[in-house]
């Protein structure tokens, strides 16, 4: 099966699939059948077959899956074997909370520098690991250094002139939290993560029940 035939859902289960792998890989697991994963995840064996034979025949009938050779196809597959450079920008609450979140450097990603227009931030060092960069240092910092992901978690009101720069600074993917769409160029991919829409899809579940489907 070729790629480009792989719906974003599928993609975007795929994380799942790893968290769940890598979880019971820590309680000495050595196999898992498509069955045991749907008891796991909450999706059916045929979808979790079906996802996984896009991308290759990882299981055997009759054993079911090896938990650390899964494991290790879908760090390749979602990328997670290799090491990302990023750079923040905006050290408000969300900025701080992804900052703080030490599993992001467990899995590879560093944050090489954060950046804000904040005065009683600039200059700040944080943990005593990186110091804070005002935001009009961007451009000259981007060309100075190779960095794989920008993270925009700035007011929406400039976070399109920010995703501009990063494109034009050479980053490949920017992960945006700030509540407007973002239009990329340079052939930069962009995965925008909007609470309020969560929250929204919450809601409406909650309110209408009938229309969930686990």
């Given at each position: ?38 008891e796991i995840t909450g999706l059916t064996a045929s ?56 599993s992001f450097r467990d899995l590879g990603y560093e ?39 920008g993270i925009i978690a700035t007011p929406k009101e ?57």
């Amino acid at each position: 099966m070729t790629k480009q035939n792989i719906s974003l859902s599928v993609i975007k289960r795929l994380p799942k699939y790893y968290r769940y792998l890598e979880s019971i890989n820590d309680k000495g697991i050595i196999r898992v059948s498509s069955k045991e994963l749907s008891e796991i995840t909450g999706l059916t064996a045929s979808q979790i077959r079906q996802d996984l034979n896009h991308f290759g025949c990882f299981g055997q009938q009759g054993y079911g899956y090896n938990v650390s050779e899964l494991i290790s196809e879908l760090s390749k597959i979602i990328g997670v074997d290799k090491k990302y450079s990023m750079v923040l920008i905006g050290y408000g609450n969300i900025g701080h909370a992804l900052y703080k979140y030490r599993s992001f450097r467990d899995l590879g990603y560093e944050f090489k520098n954060v950046f804000d227009k904040d005065p009683d931030l600039v200059s700040e060092k944080i943990d005593g690991e990186v110091e804070v960069k005002n935001i009009d240092d961007l451009e000259d910092y981007l060309k100075e250094e190779k960095i794989d992901i920008g993270i925009i978690a700035t007011p929406k009101e400039v976070a399109q002139d920010i995703c501009d720069k990063l494109c034009e600074g050479g980053v490949k993917g920017i992960w945006n939290f700030s509540p407007v769409d973002l239009k990329v160029k340079n052939g930069v991919v962009i995965e925008s993560v909007h609470l309020d829409e969560s929250l929204f899809t919450l809601t409406y579940f909650m309110n209408s029940p009938e229309d969930f489907i686990f």
